[in-house]
């Protein structure tokens, strides 16, 4: 029996991968995504389980086809059923977030950190960092009568 009992537990492994193989093909894999995972784990291992009970009566009956194995049959098919039903109460009710009509949003092409250092040189509680700055040679330039510091450079400049 030791060898059945390792027979059953392969049989296990391999039902759990062809459940959510079949479940992500059948039901798609966009609309398997967006299901909770408590759901797809209980439905998965229960489909998984009942399979290698199925087989199991079918392996310790006097016929491959007797009462135990066409009830855990059955339960297996209505599993099944339950992982499809999931799916299409998925696709019904959540929304999946690649909607067409949206405009896709601009990537950041670069990053200026002027503004930030500008707001924390102006700040009060920054004096610190502004003792900082200024000791490290950076100096900030006013374009013509402006009142705020728009960009830095090292001053004086590095030859």
């Known amino acids: ?37 408590h759901f797809k784990l209980a439905l998965g291992v229960c489909t998984a ?19 135990r ?17 999931a799916s299409y109460y998925c696709h019904l009710n959540y929304e999946d977030g690649d909607e067409g009509d949206q405009q896709p ?6 990053y200026r950190s002027e ?3 500008s707001a924390m040189l102006r700040s009060n509680q920054c004096a610190l960092w502004r003792s900082l700055w200024l000791s490290a040679g950076v100096r900030p330039l006013l374009a013509g009568g402006q009142k705020d510091i728009t960009w830095w450079r090292v001053w004086p400049p590095r030859d």
């Open 69 to 85: 194995s066409l009830k855990w049959f059955g339960l297996t098919l209505a599993l099944l059923l339950g992982c499809g039903l």
């Open 115 to 117: 503004g930030f250092q």
């Open 105 to 110: 949003t601009p990537a950041i092409s670069s």
């Open 49 to 67: 389980l009942a399979s290698v009970k199925a087989t199991e009566a079918a392996v310790g009956g006097d016929r491959a086809w007797n009462g």
């Open 1 to 37: 029996m030791p060898i059945l009992r390792l027979a059953y537990a392969t049989q296990f492994l391999i039902a759990l991968i062809a459940v959510f193989v079949l479940w992500s093909q059948v039901g798609g894999q966009a609309h398997l995504d967006l299901m909770p995972w």
